[in-house]
């Protein structure tokens, strides 16, 4: 059998007979060459994994970590009943509002701006609508001012009747209806719209870079949400750290954090389940609730 092989080997590949011996050789080498890996990878993948060294590790990295805010002018709130049309700036601090949003706050009442009724509060550019709900029973704004907010509404309505349109399915052409917006912010709404996964609410608008308050209180009236219901939503218990840390509302530590707790306790039973971790607050869980699934 050998030496048809050999014969067969000549004749075919024309190799001599020191050659072909050779060739012999080498060629169970070279099979079990390109089989080691494959081989190999197979067998490390039937043998049991234990991770107690790396759960203990973990969890001895989790405990030593320290996270420090990125403003370190917030104290940690107080809360009572204000009027955001006289409080001072040490008030807006001590409610726990960032310093660059409580100086934005003194600043905008500074050039004559009022606020006539709670929500107004959430027309001020970069500030946490999350953070205005959980105030929203302590705000007190005295009674001359929702006066004039009664009053403003009906004018409005009497001078100018708008079509309105969902937001989350608006187009570009439609965004630049209003006043302010142009081909840029209005590209830059549904791009950002895009990354969010959809809006839950219509303030959403304010997160948009370049949008003053003044575009968006005229956008809020031409513009509202059909169904939030309807946004992307991303898998606690499949999502990967790019997918999480890709959303705005969700940093890349808030990422690491979601599956570091994921790989040490198994999958999510509830989106509740992330109060449990220390490093992600209520006013931020508030803001991704609607955009998590499991």
Wanted: hydrophobic letters at 40%; zero cysteines.
């Amino acid at each position: 059998m050998l030496g048809y092989l050999k014969k067969w080997i000549r004749n075919t590949l024309g190799f001599s007979r020191t050659e072909t011996n050779g060739f012999l050789i080498l060629l169970p080498l070279v099979i079990v060459f390109i089989l080691a890996v494959p081989v190999y990878q197979w067998w490390r993948g039937t043998r049991p994994v234990d991770y107690t060294y790396e759960r203990e590790l973990l969890d001895s990295l989790t405990s030593s970590w320290t996270y420090t805010t990125k403003d370190s002018t917030v104290l940690e709130p107080t809360l009572f009943s204000f009027d955001p049309n006289t409080a001072s700036l040490d008030d807006l601090l001590t409610l726990g509002f960032p310093g660059n949003i409580a100086q934005r706050i003194v600043n905008y009442r500074s050039k004559g701006g009022k606020f006539l009724n709670s929500n107004d509060l959430k027309r001020i550019y970069g500030i946490d609508s999350a953070h205005v709900n959980i105030l929203l029973p302590y705000i007190r704004i005295a009674s001359k001012e929702v006066a004039a907010k009664n009053e403003i509404p009906q004018r409005t309505k009497e001078a100018k009747t708008t079509e309105r349109f969902d937001i989350n399915t608006a187009d570009t052409i439609q965004l630049k209806k209003v006043y302010g917006i142009g081909s840029v912010l209005a590209t830059r709404i549904v791009k950002y719209r895009d990354k969010l996964g959809g809006f839950v609410e219509i303030n959403q608008l304010y997160e948009v870079y370049g949008l003053d308050s003044l575009v968006v209180s005229r956008a809020e009236e031409m513009f509202y949400v059909v169904d939030n219901s309807m946004v992307h939503k991303l898998n606690l218990n499949t999502a990967d750290e790019k997918e999480l840390s890709d959303h705005p509302y969700i940093t890349y530590q808030m990422a690491r954090s979601i599956l570091t707790f994921r790989f040490q306790h198994g999958k999510f039973s509830s989106i509740d389940d992330l109060t449990q971790i220390k490093t992600i607050t209520p006013t931020q869980l508030a803001k991704i609730k609607p955009y998590l699934t499991l």
